[in-house]
């Protein structure tokens, strides 16, 4: 039986996926996951435990577990667990991302260097410290621009400033996020600066794929429907195939296979993001990493005379060795919405989810919040209520499939009080 050693921030729904596939395939899966050591198995998942800010020390436990138990490929799930599964790839011999690559690919002002030193089309860009001012970098800006932490994902801390008061509003909230407790607790020097960059205009799109010595396949396309312009950068609705012709699709995807190999992605998944812009295809990311959360569900692959295969399902096969020739998504259009959190609140319930599952076309509503759980919008958040899922025959009702479903949806919320302390006798 092969065995793939699979990193991982925490065991959750994205990992349980892989456990799907790995079962499918006849694969055992290892898991390793940021958690003390001396912690005795909380999750019963038998995962080696592993720090994501001490990369040597838990990289000599994952090699000293191989001996054990030998790995035959190695994935990561999410930024600072890719990085850490391409350092662990390269000490076991194993094939995957350059340890640097991944290093550059999950750190933007490093990304961005390396896309303009290989002649990619990119607006300017700078750091500055969190206490930096306007009028500290006022001759190095031209607005509209954008600020944006170093190394979160999913538009989280994103904002656009028009003016500078913009910018000073939205150099102060972002500087407070990354100072709250539960940032700091990443222990991430990254979170001690912020990039600011020229804003790019145009629609924006999510590519799907990996690389494979260097070439990239591309399993998806996704079309971001709703404007991504601002004052915040909220993703709502991912659908594909996307409404492109087919030079433009052909320039996103050499545009990405070029920053990958700038990058140094050169075996291994890869999430990217990037807009088509008057001036150019502007990459704006290509994470060593599949697609986060639950939207890997949108995709359905078939070849070799099986049907409704997973993303992770071919991710495992990529990682060892298949070629996957043969296989492609399946020909129905699809789409996952993100459902936004419209309020700062705990979350009490939701009304309508059987309702919105009837909607035609709908796959699926999954509410991932828990009841009491505390949901922040965008841009301090950092997660969603849950996703609609929708298959359709064009990428046009799919959309509107999702949006249907949405609409039926009734979400409940207790706003926090703050409670005075009792007053001294």
Avoid: N
Wanted: proline share 8%; hydrophobic share 50%; with cysteine.
């Amino acid at each position: 039986m092969s065995r793939v050693l699979l990193i991982a921030a925490t065991t959750g729904y994205q990992t349980r996926a892989f456990d799907q596939a790995a079962a499918a395939l006849g694969v055992e899966l290892v898991y390793a996951t940021d958690r003390c050591k001396g912690l005795d198995d909380p999750w019963h998942d038998a995962a080696i435990p592993v720090r994501f800010h001490e990369p040597a020390e838990s990289i000599a436990r994952l090699v000293d577990a191989a001996r054990a138990r030998p790995i035959d490929a190695v994935l990561g799930v999410g930024d600072r667990p890719a990085v850490l599964a391409a350092r662990a790839a390269a000490a076991l011999g194993l094939p995957g991302h350059s340890p640097e690559g991944a290093a550059a690919a999950t750190s933007k002002p490093l990304s961005r260097g390396r896309f303009t030193a290989a002649g990619l089309p990119m607006p300017w860009f700078f750091t500055m410290a969190l206490d930096g001012t306007f009028d500290a970098v006022a001759d190095r800006i031209a607005l509209p621009c954008v600020l944006k932490p170093l190394a979160l994902s999913g538009s989280r801390g994103v904002m656009r400033a028009d003016t500078p008061e913009a910018f000073t509003a939205a150099a102060a909230r972002l500087r407070d996020l990354l100072l709250t407790p539960e940032i700091r607790a990443l222990k991430d020097p990254a979170h001690d600066e912020i990039l600011v960059e020229g804003f790019v205009p145009g629609p924006e799109f999510a590519l799907e794929g990996v690389t494979d010595a260097g070439g990239l396949r591309v399993f998806a396309v996704f079309e971001k429907p709703d404007p991504l312009d601002g004052p915040f950068f909220e993703e709502t609705i991912y659908v594909t195939p996307a409404l492109l012709s087919r030079e433009r699709l052909a320039e996103g995807a050499a545009t990405v296979a070029h920053a990958a190999a700038a990058l140094g992605l050169v075996h291994g998944p890869v999430h990217a993001e990037f807009r088509l812009s008057p001036a150019g295809t502007f990459v704006l990311e290509v994470a060593p990493r599949p697609i986060g959360g639950l939207c890997a569900r949108a995709l359905r692959f078939a070849g070799r005379g099986e049907v409704g295969l997973s993303l992770e399902r071919l991710l495992l096969q990529h990682a060892l060795g298949d070629t996957l020739e043969g296989y492609g998504l399946e020909a129905l259009a699809s789409a996952v919405m993100m459902i936004p959190i419209p309020r700062r609140g705990h979350y009490a319930g939701v009304d309508g989810v059987e309702e919105a599952r009837l909607v035609p076309g709908v796959d699926d509503v999954v509410v991932t919040a828990k009841p009491g759980q505390l949901m922040i919008p965008l841009p301090e958040g950092g997660s969603y209520l849950g996703f609609v899922f929708a298959r359709a025959s064009t990428p046009a009702a799919a959309c509107e499939a999702v949006r249907a479903a949405h609409a039926r949806l009734r979400f409940r919320f207790e706003t926090s009080v703050a409670i005075a302390p009792p007053a001294t006798p």
